[in-house]
Nanobody, 124 residues
Framework: VQLQASGGGLVQAGGSLRLSCAPS????????MGWFRQPPGKEREFVAS????????YYKDSVKGRFTISGDGAKNTVYLQMNSLKPEDTAVYYC??????????????????WGQGTQVTVSS
């Protein structure tokens, strides 16, 4: 499975972006999906995840109420809608996929596949 993330860019604080990730060579429903990010000079961190078995979603505390993870089976694509963006959201964002539907998917170690990353820059 290869993951292709897109939708990053430069946006002013308070603005919105929608990231997309499409797993090629696999069906979205076969994987639980997650978004992670790596801010400049920092380690990769969890942002959001979705588990298709019960459509449960999980979020990093600092993005709750601003970010929404969702999926479109017909388009075989998972999205991360990011609203009210802040400069501290600036990072390279990665989508990830894992087989199965157990757990919350908040740890990067449980993921089997990773996309190449897309840059999100929020200016103040």
């Amino acid at each position: 499975v290869q993951l292709q993330a897109s939708g990053g860019g430069l946006v002013q604080a308070g603005g919105s972006l929608r990231l997309s990730c499409a797993p090629s060579g696999g069906t979205l429903s076969s994987y639980s999906m997650g978004w992670f990010r790596q801010p400049p000079g920092k380690e990769r961190e969890f942002v959001a995840s979705i588990r298709w078995s019960d459509v449960n979603t999980y979020y990093k505390d600092s993005v709750k109420g601003r970010f929404t993870i969702s999926g479109d089976g017909a388009k075989n694509t998972v999205y991360l809608q990011m609203n009210s963006l802040k400069p501290e959201d600036t990072a390279v964002y990665y989508c990830a996929a894992r087989r199965g539907n157990r757990g919350t998917g908040t740890s990067s170690s449980v993921y089997d596949y990773w996309g190449q990353g897309t840059q999100v820059t929020v200016s103040s």
